[in-house]
């Protein structure tokens, strides 16, 4: 069985105290591979590492440390089939979508990066009673990341990269669910000649790595993602040493169909960004609003196109649907499909566990399943299932179904669909979230600002917003 070993200091190494966690294959059941359980001596160990590591680090030029998150990318690239299959077997998720979606978005990010830090310059203000102005970027120092499970490499990376890429020198934790593909990258970055200490990984549970990255003193900042209840911690702790925090949270995410949609487009976008990765991202759109005069069209519809979702083994091509990720996510979802009944829910499709056979037959597979009948205001329509469920809801205008998509505590992303573009602007312009579509769904410029408000975020990821997070600012003023 392979032992799941932390990176410190340029090594892979065994953590200190010797414990270790089952890692299962959410598909099967099975424990397949065990993963570090560190304590605050690793953490202790890699931050000692990483603040050895980052003068060098910091005073190399950019393009010397962007070759470098190069160099990681073409080793993903070269590894695509080995870590598709690998992140497919850790998270329960269609190999289709590793495929498609996690490794070729986490060899793009660190490209992405590694160009973006070229246009991080200084800034310039003149005046003639105010002198002349340079706002210079510097590194942090020591940073801290802790990521979640539901796009492991590919959120792991999206915040190493700009970190590196800044000049600080990295302590990272990746979600114990899911530890394979960052223990992977790990070693790729040993083969890239990455020097040690500039990136260490901490495996382990939450309350112990995790807790001991935000309160470490020598650690500058921390960027978080993960779900709201955690970051409310994180930001908690990060504030007791004045550390700078970055935290990307939990939504409860729109998805407004007005009458006058481009009805094709809409079914097959909202069939996906429901369902797409068992709804486990945190942009999926779990309500879903339909105009009244198409709202029994397309909830029929909707239904048909359910009925193609093809749930299976996880490794098979073909499917679409895989497990969710773990027992306790499993659990925690029927429990919630339990309280949509209970508040009056009628399950239009699903609603249970689904029943695989053979190898699958213990895995962790729950039904793609579309509700109908609840108040916008009820347990079920406020709080985050994150799993394959998702509520349908009737609107008569633009004004009630604004008031509906913004009574969430959450505030992520939405869509909005219609083919009058000056009215899903201006319902845009009025949702509450980070992130909203027009007529689509994910759609991503890497340079555009990512994350959410209100519980759902504080901060914003990507472009030149990522790389300022990560860096200190300094204004030089000359009296000319
Ligand atoms: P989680 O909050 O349970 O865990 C996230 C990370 O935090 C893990 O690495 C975990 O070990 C760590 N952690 C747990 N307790 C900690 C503590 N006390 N101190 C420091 N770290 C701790 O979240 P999850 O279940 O792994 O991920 C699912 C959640 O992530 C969902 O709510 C989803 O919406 C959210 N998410 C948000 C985004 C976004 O961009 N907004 C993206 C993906 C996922």
């Known amino acids: 069985m392979i032992s799941i070993d932390n990176y410190i200091a340029g090594e892979i190494t065994p953590p200190t105290d010797g414990k270790y966690l089952e890692n299962h294959n959410p598909a099967t059941g099975k424990v397949y591979s065990e993963v570090a359980s560190s304590s605050s001596s690793d953490v202790e160990r890699a931050v ?26 073409s080793l993903i690239e070269r590894d695509f089939e080995e870590l598709s299959k690998a992140e497919c077997i850790d998270n329960g998720k269609p190999i289709k979508v590793c495929k498609l979606v996690d490794i070729p978005r986490s060899q793009h990010n660190l490209e992405y990066f590694a160009d973006e830090i070229l246009n991080l310059n200084p800034e310039k203000f003149s005046k003639e009673e105010a002198g002349e102005n340079t706002v210079h970027y510097s590194p942090l120092g ?33 979600s114990e669910v899911t530890p394979m593909t960052a223990y992977l990258f790990a070693k790729l970055c040993i083969e890239a000649g990455l020097p040690p200490g500039v990136l260490n990984i901490v495996h382990g549970l939450g309350q112990n790595v995790g807790d001991a990255i935000t309160s470490h003193p020598q650690i500058k900042a921390v960027s978080f993602t993960g779900s709201t209840a955690t970051g409310k911690i994180v930001a908690k702790k990060c504030a007791e040493s004045l550390k700078k925090y970055s935290l990307e949270m939990g939504g409860k995410n729109p998805n407004i169909i007005f009458a006058d949609c481009d009805f094709k487009a809409a079914l097959s976008t909202t069939l996906r960004s429901s369902f797409a990765n068992q709804g486990q991202i945190c942009l999926c759109g779990s309500r879903i609003f339909v105009e009244r005069p198409i709202y029994s069209k397309f909830k029929d519809a909707l239904l048909e196109k359910m009925k193609t979702l093809r749930q299976g083994d996880p490794l098979d091509e073909n499917t679409s649907q895989g497990a969710v990720v773990s ?24 609603g249970g566990p689904a029943k695989m056979s053979g190898e699958n037959s213990n895995g962790y597979f729950i039904e793609p399943t579309l509700i109908e009948g609840l108040s916008n205001n009820c347990q079920t329509n406020r709080e985050e299932i994150f799993g394959p469920v998702a509520t349908i809801i009737p609107f008569d205008d633009e004004e009630e179904v604004i008031s509906m998509a913004n009574t969430s505590e959450y505030g992520l992303s939405g869509t909005i669909w219609s083919q009058d573009l000056e009215k899903a602007e201006r319902v845009a312009l ?51």
Not at 143 to 172: E, H, Q, R
Not at 327 to 350: D, F, N, R
């Open 142 to 174: 020591v940073v801290g990341i802790i990521s979640p499970w539901n796009l492991p490499l590919y959120l792991f990376t999206w915040k190493i990269a700009p970190a590196l890429a800044a000049g600080n020198t990295v302590v990272a934790k990746p």
């Open 327 to 350: 027992k306790e996510h499993y659990q925690k979802i029927l429990s919630c499909l339990e309280v949509a009944k209970t508040e009056g829910g009628e399950i239009l499709a699903g």
């Open 48 to 73: 000692a590492a990483a603040s050895a590591a980052y003068p060098l680090w910091k005073n190399k030029s950019r393009e010397e440390r962007a070759a470098y998150l190069k160099k990681i990318a």
């Open 430 to 480: 009025q949702i509450d979230s980070g992130v909203l579509w027009i007529n689509t769904w994910l759609m991503r410029d890497l340079r555009t600002p990512f994350g959410g408000m209100k519980a759902s975020g504080r901060g914003r990821e990507g472009g030149l917003y990522g790389l300022k997070f990560f860096s200190e600012m300094k204004n030089i003023c000359i009296n000319i």
